[in-house]
């Protein structure tokens, strides 16, 4: 079956570094995305990791372990505009249509 | 990033009636788009794939007859809600896979959401 699980909150300080985690199980790999949506609105891409190790994007990095089915969105110095709902999703191998699963999302806040 | 539009935004109407959602891949052409819907403080789901000139894919318990789809370029889908009901009230977000122009095309871009009210 598909499964992708996060946290569902989590709240972090300004100026802090928070790191949001996403472990997948899925019939086949093609890919995992981070997206950030604000309420209301719809999500804008982040990071996309297909093999293993670290992208970075400046404060924004996401890290791949495709062996253990796991990755993570790491947020340096957080801003109160940071505050959004973080979504990890993963693209199936075995779907030709490339589309994507979504997991629940985790809803950070940022205090100030 | 890639630039993908919905019209409308916004939408209200009398249950019953059927509403069309546009979504428009602007900068790129997209052979694939994908309609999901967001209910609040929940994640998307898909409704649907969309490919260009041929039938659309429903996820399992989406109605095909109620949530029509066509793709007629590689520019543009619709998504029209017939004889909508309060329950359909949700937020409809489509996004397009790019194909070709500037942008990777591993990537979804999501348009800006069309929030659908149902009275």
């Known amino acids: 079956g598909q499964n992708i699980d996060q946290p569902t909150e989590m709240t972090a300080t300004e100026g802090a570094i928070v790191q949001i985690n996403c472990t997948y199980q899925?019939?086949?790999?093609?890919?995992l995305f981070w997206y950030q949506q604000h309420a209301g609105e719809a999500p804008t891409f982040l990071s996309y990791?297909?093999?293993?190790g670290l992208e970075e994007k400046g404060r924004f990095s996401s890290f791949l372990s495709r062996s253990k089915g796991y990755s993570y969105l790491l947020l340096k110095e957080l801003q109160m505009k940071d505050s959004a709902s973080y979504l990890c999703a993963v693209r199936d191998q075995m779907d030709s249509s490339y589309k994507l699963i979504f997991g629940s999302g985790t809803r950070l806040l940022v205090r100030p | 990033g890639a630039v993908v539009s919905q019209h409308p935004s916004w939408v209200i109407c009398k249950s019953g009636t059927s509403v069309k959602i546009e979504c428009r891949s602007l900068?790129?052409?997209?052979?694939?788009m994908f309609w999901y819907r967001q209910f609040p403080k929940q994640s998307l789901m898909l409704m649907a794939t969309s490919n260009e000139g041929s039938k659309a894919t429903y996820e399992q318990g989406v109605e095909k007859d109620k949530f029509l789809i066509n793709h007629a370029s590689l520019t543009l889908s619709t998504l029209t809600v017939t004889s909508a009901h309060p329950e359909d009230s949700s937020f409809y977000i489509c996004s397009a896979r790019g194909t070709s122009g500037p942008h990777p095309t591993d990537t979804q871009y999501f348009g800006p959401g069309t929030r659908l009210t149902v009275l």
């Open positions: 990791n297909v093999l293993d």
């Open positions: 899925t019939s086949g790999f093609n890919g």
């Open positions: 900068d790129f052409q997209a052979t694939t």
